[in-house]
RNA sequence: GCCCUGGUGGUGUAGGGGCUAUCAUGCAGGCCUGUCGAGCCUGCGACUCGGGUUCAAAUCCCGGCCAGGGCGCCA
């Protein structure tokens, strides 16, 4: 099979065919899209990774053999066609091939698991059991356009701004960072988890000299929640800075945010156009909301919230019918933030804390961080938890921790709002939920 | 984990104690030289699983599994 290419390689993706390239050869090579058999003439759609193609084919002006083998042609059969380019107003977009030569390079099986024309639509999760051929539609690949982009732009912003990119361990060896539920693993002959995040690792690399590092990795959480907007498993937007309070941290990203949006806008406009979104760049500084004022609105809209609480769903979706784009929630109770968020001077109760909310959507939250080591297992302590089990960590605050802040963004959440989708099943390519592990 | 709703050809659906189980798409065959959601003709293909009630269950009841929506959980 490895000669069937032979020295037959693709010169063309349909994006690049245009009328004025009449008479042009060209090799083109993908999927079949439809076939439309008119019987003295065919017509072949060719698809592939940006657009399709017509492949029009007149018995009276194609050789007899060639008509024959296209006739035979099975949909979603992936095949390289050579041919000449014919401008025509009759055609999509207004040029096709006049196929020469035609090579079969993988003939599809039948009946397809899904419609790729979209012509019916399928759910979720037929769509999920086949991803490869549900990510042949252009309306689902699009989403993993925008979401490569976001994420290369977020590389290249936060390395102009010097940042250090760094990997920590995704196997971790005990539970004690507390809150959420861990997925247990065999490590050797000792129990081990999956990290639930790098929290405590990048806080370590403060007081490495780096200042300023970011991971995008995954993080994975045993939680048995079944929502649109969770995963147990998804890709974590890291940034840990040292030398720097809340403010600095926030200013950070929301330039971020903002510079990925305008990247994608800019880059991906044909998988926006596909998506049929319009994303809109939102406008800096984003509005910053203390955590008082929040609750005062929600409850205000009728929704009850005491004070101290953290927002339920119906807080949250009151404030995204309040607040339009992105914005800030800060000042949050020290109480309900984890050990080591750092409190507020002015009043302790209060912590530098934020979230980074997009309307009902909690795209990220961070916080300065305690750097002060005492202060750190007292907060460890009253939080119920064992400081013993925080050696190594803690110990990184004893010998020179400068006081610095961070925060994580969840990718897919990011990605939905920059495609406009409602589950975030769809930003993942192989979603891990509570049911799924397959494929 | 809780509440509500559901599971019917490959896909998406209608129906709802006894029907030849609806429609679209698909697939197979046929007709057709400008299709572009092609059209027309013929055919193919289905009641989630287990138990129960009943003369009779795809339909009613119970349970499992799975899904959709909502919530909780998510330092």
Not at 22 to 49: Q, S
Not at 175 to 197: D, H, N, V
């Amino acid at each position: 099979m490895t000669d069937l290419l032979e020295d037959c390689r693709r010169t063309h993706y349909s994006k690049q065919i245009k009328p004025e390239m009449k008479d042009e050869d060209v090799v083109i090579m993908g999927w079949i899209h439809e076939m439309r058999d008119l019987g003295g003439i065919i017509f072949v759609l060719l698809r592939d990774r940006d657009g399709v193609t017509q492949v029009t084919a007149p018995s009276k002006k194609i050789e007899p053999e060639l008509f024959e083998e296209l006739k035979k042609l099975k949909k979603e059969s992936v095949i390289a066609v050579k041919g000449r380019i014919q401008e025509s107003a009759k055609a999509p977009g207004g040029v096709e091939i006049i196929p020469e030569t035609m090579k079969l390079l993988s003939e599809s099986k039948l009946p397809l698991p899904l419609d790729t024309t979209e012509k019916v639509r399928a759910e979720i999760d037929t769509r999920l059991d086949s991803r490869f051929i549900d990510l042949r539609k252009h309306s689902v690949s699009a989403i993993f356009k925008i979401k490569s982009r976001m994420l290369h732009s977020v590389r290249n912003f936060l390395e102009s701004e010097d940042y250090t990119e760094i990997n920590t361990p995704k196997l971790v060896g005990s539970a004690t960072e507390g809150g959420t539920e861990l997925f247990p693993i065999t490590y050797f002959e000792r129990e081990a988890f999956l990290g639930q995040s790098p929290q405590l690792y990048k806080q370590m690399m403060m007081a490495s000299g780096f200042d300023n590092v970011y991971e995008i990795a995954p993080i994975f959480r045993a939680e048995e929640h079944d929502t649109l907007r969770h995963l147990n498993e998804v890709i974590s937007i890291d940034v840990e800075t040292a030398f720097t309070d809340d403010i600095d941290a926030m200013n950070i990203l929301e330039k971020m945010v903002v510079k990925a949006i305008t990247d994608v806008k800019e880059h991906c406009q044909d998988a926006l156009n596909t998506l049929e979104f319009g994303l809109q760049i939102p406008e800096t500084p984003f509005p910053r909301i203390e955590y008082d004022e929040m609750v005062e609105m929600v409850n205000n809209k009728g929704v009850k919230m005491e004070h101290g609480e953290d927002m339920s769903r119906a807080a949250e979706k009151v404030m995204g019918e309040l607040m339009d784009g992105y914005y800030f929630i800060t000042a949050w109770p020290t109480d309900i933030k984890p050990f080591y968020v750092q409190p507020s001077a002015e009043d302790p109760a209060k912590s530098c804390a934020f979230d980074l909310m997009y309307k009902d959507l909690e795209i990220s939250s961070g916080a300065m961080r305690i750097h002060d080591h005492d202060l750190l297992v007292e907060k460890i302590k009253s939080k119920g938890l064992n400081p013993d089990s925080f050696n190594r960590y803690l110990a990184a605050f004893e010998y020179g921790m400068p006081p610095h802040a961070g925060w994580g963004v969840g990718a897919e959440r990011f990605t939905m709002t920059m495609t406009g989708q409602k589950n975030i099943r769809e930003t993942v390519l192989f979603p891990r939920d509570r049911r799924r592990l397959t494929p």
